[in-house]
């Protein structure tokens, strides 16, 4: 049974270009997280999505950042615009859906690594 | 907001010594707290999780870890280390169901 899987692992980009970091989630789940680590921090939530809903996006920044999370394909975080300040590593998280055990218990993939030049 | 904090950004032990890594949370409510361990180039592995159960919370790989609300603390320990606990440990708080906020992470190196 594969584990989430996230890429690219590592992303490169010149300050102006986008960003796009993918997202699979382990089978049968239907409940994806992203959180950012900025370098010597934790990690930090940033937004909640089931199958074509937005459910929770409180941690996101107001600008420049979007995620889906489509009926078909990956979840896709998006940053538009990339300035230095979010080289981070990106992690994706999923959990299955209609938990009865609560917290949900989230399996989390390798991260994405972004650098931004 | 609840918050946790890991105290030393990096423990070095001997092989067959403690593992003891230290965190203190921060919250209004009772929380859910959680372990996880990263090796390199994987995923978070959750170690174990407190759930207002038992306070001495028993995970894999012979980690464990005791809630102690008079001290804020879910310190995790470890009676004897091994060369294949090298890896990054993060302590994790939940606020609600889903949205968790981790510890800068501790790195763990194990001598032989």
């Known amino acids: 049974n594969a584990g989430v899987m996230q890429n690219p692992r590592h992303l490169v980009r010149r300050r102006g270009q986008e960003a796009r970091l993918r997202c699979s989630p382990m089978?049968?789940?239907?409940?994806v997280y992203w959180y950012r680590q900025l370098p010597e921090e934790g990690l930090k939530f940033m937004v909640y999505?089931?199958?074509?809903?937005?459910?929770?996006e409180s941690g996101m920044p107001k600008e420049r950042f979007s995620a889906e999370f489509p009926k078909e394909g990956p979840s896709i975080l998006r940053i538009q615009q990339v300035v230095r300040g979010d080289s981070a590593a990106y992690f994706c998280?999923?959990?299955?859906?209609?938990?009865?055990?609560?917290?949900?218990?989230?399996?989390f993939g390798p991260g994405t690594r972004l650098t931004v030049t | 907001a609840q918050s946790v904090t890991q105290l030393g950004s990096h423990v070095s032990v001997s092989e067959g010594a403690l593992v003891l890594l230290r965190c203190n949370y921060s919250?209004?409510?009772?929380?859910?707290l959680f372990w996880y361990v990263q090796y390199p180039n994987q995923g978070l592995q959750l170690l174990l999780k407190?759930?207002?159960?038992?306070?001495l919370v028993k995970g894999i790989n012979g980690f464990e870890a005791e809630f102690k609300k008079s001290e804020t603390s879910f310190h995790l320990t470890k009676p004897s280390a091994h060369m294949s606990d090298a890896a990054e440990y993060f302590c994790?708080?939940?606020?609600?169901?889903?949205?968790?906020?981790f510890g800068a992470g501790t790195t763990v190196t194990v001598r032989a």
């Open positions: 998280a999923s959990s299955p859906r209609g938990q009865g055990v609560r917290p949900y218990e989230q399996y």
């Open positions: 919250s209004s409510v009772p929380p859910y």
């Open positions: 999505l089931q199958k074509e809903n937005i459910i929770d």
């Open positions: 089978k049968g789940h239907s409940h």
């Open positions: 994790a708080v939940s606020e609600g169901d889903y949205k968790l906020s």
């Open positions: 407190y759930t207002s159960a038992a306070t």
